[in-house]
């Protein structure tokens, strides 16, 4: 029987936070300690959140690799995102580790996200090490924050050698470690010799030939696709002749033309794959996320990379409006659908299936976020399309009709708590759990539908005046709970095209809230402004007022009108309703009706 050894010179691990809870700047700390820096260079913050959006919203989305070297061992560490919408980059992470740091705030202690991503970890048999940071916060309560993690924990079923965790105290971003709270300051050598000391170097089978699992892709333009993964076995070096067992179980014939490995942030070239190591091969054209790159000789695939269903589904199309191809460079359904199938190759948890109409894509994934932060990247790209409301994947059990629901954990001043409950109830959200400590801030957790959330959490902010925290992650599917308003609010809708006009608006200020300035262009069916009545209201925003040779007593040619904010996508998005799109070009965010011409609308209504 074949020995089972293990690569000490190498440790692959993961870091597991919340959003916001010090990740990055970790792992910042670690690159100044390890010296790939010199003393006078001048050094980014956050030098792992590579991706513009990343750095503007202070979140991970995309898991990514970097190494550093400790007393001659190569530590590999993935940046795990934080927010449960990402989750299948953190099932790709995670399969390519044999231990996580768990990073929790001093004083916000665990939350949801850091459940999610930390069952995932308990699921792939990993070893914790537990760091609680910021403990130089005021609001610091590392003690009871520690009760709190040993709390979830058990609550997660953790086996009794992840329940023995080591505990260090940080203040990640001025690269201080503790032992404990007693010590004097310590440096990052202590969280890396316990990483050396707590986390087992990768495990390999003895004299077994090469076995990598593909866990994310690349791109070069000198190079082409690029495959990286760990090595389970073996190792590989350029020009060998390979396999690529794919999920329907063929075996593609590659060549390698160039292995690389991870040294810092950057990628160097290796002349041969050690054991247990996180490397990246190029020459494959059509490999997926999941699959085993093997010897010829030798097929024989590892498990593959599952991930969570998707919930919730979007309509993306070409753009229809009057104002289509003015401001895209893509603007073609065919340029849309390429993107968004190089998308799912790149992103496990998302699916894009077809549907009857040509033109038109169904994209699944997680929750309305993820799908936000696809069209977000995409209009910064030049893309201009269409979307439609976010709905969640229902599913059938004999007669009975499931939904998802979500677990939600608000965190808000105590005079906001009647509001946020009476809101959540009303979209079938369910108490479960209410903690108050007396501080002033209350604690409370619900069960709610996953439809109820969507454009939720702008109206909680407004509701808790900016102060109040919500987070939640998918609990599973339940029983459908039963209808409810998704709007108490109509449309009003442009009847004409041409430009605003100041007196026409200042006039329709009354019906509602606007989204649009004078001298904006609008045109036939592009909603202008939310209605304070139930149904829609179309109106002329390009009325003038008529001239006349009387003069005027007052002022009346000083029109103010009440500021207005541009709506952000993922408020777009929220907004609409089931007969309206959301127009996203790389200049404009617009919101429209599906059907433009308001006779067709009236005659569609009749027919119903």
Known sequence: MKKVLRNDKIRNIAIIAHVDHGKTSLVDSLFKYSGFFREDQQVDDRIMDSMELERERGITIAAKNCSVYYKGVKINIIDTPGHADFGGEVERALSMVDGAILLVDASEGPLPQTRFVLSKAFHAGLKIIVAINKIDRKDARPAEVLDEIYELFFDLDANDEQIEFPVLYTIGREGVVKRSLEDENGDMSILLDAILEEFPGPSYIENEPFQMLVSDLGYSDYLGRLAIGKVFNGSVKQNDTLVCINGNGENIPLKVSKIQSYVGLNLKEAEVSEEGDIIVISGIDNVMIGDTICKKDFPKPLKRITVDEPTVSMKFMANTSPFAGREGRFVQSSKIKERLYK???????????????????????????????????????????????????????????????????????????????????????????????????????????????????????????????????????????????????????????????????????????????????????????????????????????????????????????????????????????????????????????????????HNRKKEK
């Open 343 to 601: 998308e799912a190759m790149r992103n496990v948890s998302i699916k894009v299936e077809e549907t009857e109409d040509a033109d038109d894509l169904i994209v699944k994934g997680r929750g309305e976020f993820q799908l936000a932060i696809i069209l977000e990247t995409m209009r910064r790209e030049g893309y201009e399309l269409c979307v439609g409301r976010p709905e969640v994947i229902m599913k059938k059990k004999g007669d009975q009709l499931l939904e998802p629901i979500e677990h939600l954990y608000v965190d808000c001043d105590e005079p906001f708590l009647g509001i946020v409950t009476e809101k959540i109830s009303l979209r079938k959200g369910k108490m479960i759990n209410l903690i108050n400590k007396g501080s002033g801030r209350i604690r409370a957790e619900f069960t709610i539908p996953s439809r109820g959330l969507i454009g939720y959490r702008d109206e909680f902010l407004s509701d808790t005046k900016g102060t109040g925290l919500i987070s939640s992650y998918l609990k599973g599917y339940e029983e459908y709970r039963g209808d409810f308003p998704v709007r108490y609010s109509g449309s009003l809708v442009s009847d004409r095209q041409g430009k605003a006009v100041a007196y026409a608006l200042f006039h329709l200020e009354p019906r509602g809230r606007l989204f649009v300035v004078p001298g904006d262009d609008v045109y036939e069916g592009m909603i202008i402004g939310e209605y304070n009545k139930m149904g829609d209201l179309d109106v002329n925003p390009c009325k003038e007022k008529k001239l006349t040779n009387m003069r005027a007593a007052g002022k009346d040619e000083n029109i103010i009108l009440r500021p207005v904010l541009p709506l952000t996508l993922e408020q777009a998005i929220n907004f609409i309703a089931e007969d309206e799109l959301a127009e996203i070009t790389p200049k404009n965010i617009r919101l429209r009706k599906e059907i433009l011409s308001a006779q067709d609308r």
